[in-house]
C-alpha cells in the first residue's frame, strides 16, 4: 500500500471532553487500533495523573504508543512523529486501520504538517508566544515583518494569514542563522490522507468535567504517584514532572500547601490548558467538530471518520 493510500483518523479535542471513551467505542465497532496522541501518556509509571486509560478501559481494543518511555527520559515532538509514522506503515501492511485518539495539538500537527528541517526542533514557548501574538488584531501583520527581516523571499512566498508555515520559518530561521529560503530542505508533503474530528462542548460543562476528573485523580492517589516518581529518582525538573498534575503536586508533597489546595491549582491550570487546546485546534483547517453533547452526535462522528 503506498503511503498516499493510507487514511489516517484523528478524534481529538479539549481534555475531558470524552474523546477516550468515544475513540474506544468507535475502535471497537470498526476493528480499528488506537494509536494515542498524548504528550503524558507516553511515559510509564504516570498512570493517575494523565488519566491514561486502564486495560478494562480499553475493552480489548489494541492500544499504541503509551508508556514509550521512563519518565527520567527526554521526548520531542519528532520523536513521537517517527514512532507513529513508522508504526501507522506497519500496520497497514498488516491490513490494520488506526485511529489517533488525544489531545497533544503539536503531535497532530507534527503529523499533519510535515515540515522539513527535521533537525531542528519545535520551540513550543516560541510558537505559543507568536500564535498568541496572532490573536490580537495587528498580531499577523507584526509575525510576517518579523519574518521579512529574518527572511524577505519566504516572507514575500507566504500570504499574511498562513500563520503557521511563517511562525516555522521564524522558528527555523533563528534557531540556524539561516533564512528558511536558504535551507536544504522545507515543507515536505504529508505521507497520509487525514479525516480529523474535534469534540465539542459547551465551556461551563467542559470545565465542569474537569473539575470533577482532577477530585476523581486526587482520590485514586495522585499525591501517592508522585511521591513514587520522585522516590525513584525522577528530578522535579524532569520534562515529565511538569505536566498538569505533577508539577503542582510536588510543592504539596514538600508540605508547602495542602492537598485540596493542590486540586485547585491542577484544576485551574486544566481549565487554562483545555482553553489553549481549543485556540490551537481551531487552526486546523481540516477539523471537523462534533457537539459531544447532542443527539447523535456518536453516530455524526463516525459518519465523518469512515
Known amino acids: 500500500m503506498k503511503s498516499g493510500d493510507i487514511i489516517c483518523r484523528v478524534l481529538t479535542g479539549p481534555t475531558a471532553s470524552g474523546k477516550t471513551e468515544i475513540g474506544i467505542r468507535l475502535a ?3 476493528g480499528w487500533e488506537i494509536l ?3 504528550s503524558m ?3 510509564r509509571r504516570m498512570n493517575i495523573g494523565t488519566a491514561k486509560p486502564s486495560p478494562e478501559d480499553m475493552q480489548g481494543v489494541p492500544h499504541h504508543l ?12 519528532s520523536d513521537y512523529r517517527e514512532a507513529a509514522e513508522k508504526l501507522v506503515h506497519e500496520l497497514a501492511g498488516q491490513g490494520r486501520e488506526v485511529l489517533f485518539v488525544g489531545g497533544t495539538a503539536l503531535y497532530l500537527q507534527a503529523m499533519m504538517h510535515p515540515m522539513g528541517m527535521g533537525q531542528v526542533s519545535a520551540n513550543p514557548e516560541l510558537r505559543e508566544e507568536l500564535h498568541r501574538l496572532a490573536e490580537t488584531p495587528e498580531g499577523k501583520g507584526e509575525i510576517h515583518e518579523r519574518l521579512r527581516r529574518l527572511d524577505p523571499v519566504t516572507a514575500e512566498r507566504l ?11 521564524i522558528e527555523v530561521s533563528e534557531a540556524t542563522g539561516i533564512p528558511f529560503s536558504e535551507q536544504p530542505d522545507r515543507e515536505v508533503p504529508t505521507d497520509f490522507k487525514w479525516k480529523v474530528v474535534s469534540t465539542a462542548m459547551e465551556r461551563p460543562h467542559l470545565y465542569a468535567r474537569i473539575n470533577e476528573r482532577v477530585t476523581k485523580m486526587i482520590r485514586a492517589g495522585l499525591k501517592d504517584e508522585v511521591a513514587a516518581l520522585l522516590a525513584e529518582g525522577v528530578q522535579e525538573d524532569a520534562q515529565s514532572m511538569q505536566g498538569l498534575g505533577y508539577k503542582e503536586m510536588i510543592p504539596c508533597i514538600r508540605g508547602e500547601y495542602s492537598v485540596e489546595e493542590a486540586a485547585e491549582r491542577i484544576r485551574l491550570g486544566t ?7 481549543m485556540t490551537f485546534l481551531r487552526r486546523e483547517e481540516q477539523m471537523r467538530y462534533v457537539d459531544v453533547e447532542s443527539p447523535g452526535a456518536y453516530e455524526e462522528i463516525r459518519k465523518l471518520l469512515i
Open 271 to 277: 481549565r487554562h490548558y483545555a482553553k489553549r487546546q
Open 28 to 30: 471497537k465497532e470498526r
Open 159 to 169: 500570504p499574511v494569514n498562513d500563520v503557521r508555515r511563517t511562525i516555522r520559518a
Open 36 to 38: 494515542c496522541m498524548d
Open 41 to 43: 501518556q507516553i511515559y
Open 66 to 77: 503509551l508508556d514509550l518511555c521512563e519518565p527520567t527520559d527526554p521526548y520531542s515532538v
